[in-house]
Structure formats: structure tokens, C-alpha cells
């Protein structure tokens, strides 16, 4: 009989693609579903990023690259003060990057600081690495933030990991440089503690974004800053992520990498250096775009008797509280509630508890402005329908 590693004993297909894939089975079966339940923006890739990885193709550019990748994209990543290339590795995806890390540095009954709500991947990759994810959990009554207090009493001596995602996936909180600096002086006094800073939704932002590396300098040998082109340039299909960090680090990771995928797309890579060092002109009409989504979004939620919705600063996500929604229809969980949702009116959308974080749900505006619309009427309708 198929009997799975006890590694992956509970790593599950994530709520976010089972919840996508069952609103596209429901489309096939001719239901008009509305899917705001994906982190992808609607945006196509810029044309000139397509163009230069036809180019790249036709100039024979198919073959393996360097397994940290090539040597002109990591030296576009590190076009930043004090980086050098061999600070930066290239991966099939921010995920990876992420993945590489863990397998890298983790030893069975390592733990990982992972504040919640979070990007879903965070903890199945610990798991997978053989890790403890040990979960800091950061109500909406606290802004969804990590405060310098719980940072230190959640660190133990087996702690190798903080895990920061500014902008956040589900919340789109941004922390302020103050915030950033307050917990750098936590960590700066616990030097088993290494720092992930999950900066890809960066240049998705409706307040100024800073980098943890610019906040926290003397932290820089044992940070590990993370970023793609998947969200700012809508390429989420090419699989091209960066980390950068220390060199020791970098390597091990590379060996990791150079054992699974032996480095990323050679095309792609072609396609992201494109990306980094195009005049990005995309970046500005879309983030508005976003912005205006978000504040119809976020009004139209507010309006809704039984749902109190906070206002994100970057990202494409919202994270609203449905507990008085889940209450008055008696549902069991946040997740029963959305599948509830799919089935009564067609709108998709992910439960909290994907995130570490009961009843809220998640609500991409990565849609085109109609579906938001209709989204939001729906939601508005099936919330009346509980009475
Ligand atoms: N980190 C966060 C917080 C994300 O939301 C995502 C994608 O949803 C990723 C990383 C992964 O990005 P990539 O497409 O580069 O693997």
C-alpha cells in the first residue's frame, strides 16, 4: 500500500488551489462562479519582457544555466548597495527560494517563528524540512503585527528562524521602519535567530515599503531577504524568485537547489533580467489600478452588516473578520462558511484558517474591476440570506 513519509504525514494540497480548483470544476459544470480566491494579477506580463525571452530562445539561450543562475540576473539583483553575486541565489519561484532555505539550514526539532496569519506555504515548507513551525499568533486587534514583546517570548534557544512578510499575504500590513527597528533590537540580542524577510509583494504598495535589510544593516549576516518578479510584473507562470543573503548561506543553499532542479528556467531567467532592469513603466497605472480596487473593495465590505474590514497598505489581499457572519449563520468554521459561500452564490474565496488565523477570510482584488463588482454583490446578497 502508498504510505507517505511521516515528514509529509500533514502537508496537504493548499486551501487556496483546492478552494480555485473546485470553483473551476463548478465553471465546467456550467455554474457562474466568481474566483477571488487567487493570488495573481490580472495584468498580462509586459510585452517586452516576452519579447526578450523569445529572444533569449531564439538566440539558443535553452540550455542549463549556473545552478544559482545566470550570472547577468544575479548581478542585476545585486545592483544594490553592498550586495555582491555571490549573495544572491536564483530559484524556480520565490517558493523555492523559501524551500531551499529550509532544507538548507534546518535540523529535526529546529523551530521557525512564523506570525500569523501567514502565507500558507510557510509552515508546510517548515514541516516539510523536517522543522517545528511555532506560530506567533497577531490578532487584527493588533493591527495583524508582530510586536517586539512577542518576538521575545516565542524565541528558545532551538529558534533558527523568523519568517517577516512585508507586505503581508492575507493582510497586506506593511510595517513601518519603526516597527521593523523595534524588532531588530529583539533580534539583534538572540544571535541563534536568523531573519526571513519575504519582500515580494514590494513594489505593490499604498504607503512606502522598506526593506528589512535597510531597516536592519547589522542584522545583514544573518537575514535572508526574498523577492520575484511574479506579482510586480505578472509573472507568476515564469517561476522566477531570488534570495539574498550571506555567502555560507547562499551555497548551501545552491547545493540544495542544484540536487532538485539543478537552477531555474534558463528562458525565464532571460525573461526576469528583462523585468529588473526594464524602465518599469507598468508599475505605476497598476498600483493605482490596485489602489482604486482596494478602496471599493474595502467600502463595499465595510457596508455589509457583519463584516469589519481593515484598510491593507500593500499587496492585492484583504482580510476582513466574518466572525459575526459565521455566527448568525452557524456555521461551524470560517472554512465552512466559504464553501457555503461558493455553493449559495459562486464567489470564491479562502478561509482564515488557511492563513493560521480563524474567522477572516481572504479576498484577492488581483480581478478585473467587473468581477470585483459582482464579487462583492454576491457577498453582500449571501450575507443578507443569513438573516
Ligand atoms: N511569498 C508570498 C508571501 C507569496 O504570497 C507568494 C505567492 O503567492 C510567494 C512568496 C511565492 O511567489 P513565487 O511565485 O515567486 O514562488
Redesign the pocket.
Known amino acids: 500500500d502508498f504510505r507517505r513519509a511521516e515528514r509529509i504525514a500533514t502537508v496537504e494540497i493548499s486551501e487556496i488551489v483546492r478552494l480555485s480548483e473546485r470553483a473551476a470544476d463548478m465553471r465546467v459544470a456550467g455554474r457562474d462562479v466568481i474566483a477571488l480566491s487567487t493570488?495573481e494579477p490580472d495584468f498580462p506580463t509586459p510585452a517586452p519582457v516576452v519579447e526578450a525571452a523569445h529572444a533569449a530562445a531564439l538566440a539558443g539561450k535553452t540550455r542549463y544555466t549556473a545552478t544559482a543562475g545566470t550570472a547577468e540576473l544575479r548581478d542585476a539583483v545585486a545592483a544594490r548597495p553592498g550586495v555582491t553575486r555571490a549573495e544572491v541565489l536564483i530559484s524556480?519561484?520565490?517558493?523555492?527560494?523559501?524551500a531551499n532555505a529550509m532544507l538548507a539550514t534546518l535540523d529535526p526539532g529546529d523551530e521557525v517563528l512564523v506570525p500569523a496569519p501567514y502565507?500558507s506555504?510557510y509552515t508546510e515548507i517548515v514541516t516539510m524540512a523536517g522543522g517545528r513551525a511555532v506560530v506567533i499568533t497577531c490578532p487584527m486587534s493588533a493591527d495583524f503585527k508582530l510586536s517586539p514583546e512577542a518576538l521575545e517570548a516565542a524565541i528558545t534557544p532551538k529558534t533558527r528562524w523568523l519568517m517577516l512578510?512585508s507586505p503581508?499575504?492575507p493582510t497586506g500590513v506593511v510595517y513601518t521602519a519603526d516597527e521593523l527597528r523595534a524588532l531588530a533590537d529583539v533580534l539583534a540580542r538572540h544571535p541563534n535567530v536568523w531573519i526571513i524577510a519575504?519582500e515580494?509583494?514590494e513594489h505593490l504598495n499604498y504607503v512606502p515599503v522598506m526593506s528589512f535589510r535597510d531597516a536592519a544593516p547589522e542584522l545583514e549576516q544573518r537575514t535572508l531577504i526574498?523577492n520575484?518578479?511574479?506579482?510586480a510584473w505578472s509573472m507568476?507562470g515564469w517561476?522566477?524568485?531570488w534570495g539574498i543573503g550571506p555567502k555560507a548561506l547562499i551555497a548551501a543553499m545552491t547545493a540544495v537547489q542544484g540536487q532538485v532542479t539543478s537552477g531555474a528556467c534558463s528562458v525565464s531567467q532571460a525573461a526576469g533580467l528583462a523585468a529588473l532592469t526594464g524602465d518599469n513603466e507598468h508599475l505605476k497605472p497598476r498600483c493605482a489600478a490596485f489602489r482604486a480596487r482596494r478602496d471599493k473593495l474595502v467600502a463595499g465590505l465595510n457596508a455589509i452588516d457583519g463584516i469589519q474590514c481593515p484598510n491593507p497598505d500593500g499587496?492585492f489581499y484583504v482580510f476582513p473578520s466574518i466572525t459575526r457572519l459565521i455566527e448568525r449563520g452557524g456555521f461551524a468554521s470560517d472554512a465552512a462558511f466559504c464553501t457555503w459561500l461558493l455553493d449559495e452564490v459562486g464567489v470564491a474565496i479562502v478561509p482564515g484558517r488557511a492563513f493560521g488565523l480563524e474567522g477572516h477570510a481572504r479576498i484577492s482584488f488581483a480581478y478585473a474591476d467587473g468581477e470585483l463588482d459582482e464579487g462583492l454583490a454576491r457577498i453582500a446578497d449571501a450575507a443578507g440570506r443569513l438573516g
Open positions: 493570488g524556480t519561484g520565490a517558493k523555492q527560494v523559501l502565507w506555504s512578510n503581508s499575504n519575504d515580494i509583494y526574498v520575484g518578479v511574479s506579482k507568476t517561476r522566477i524568485g499587496a
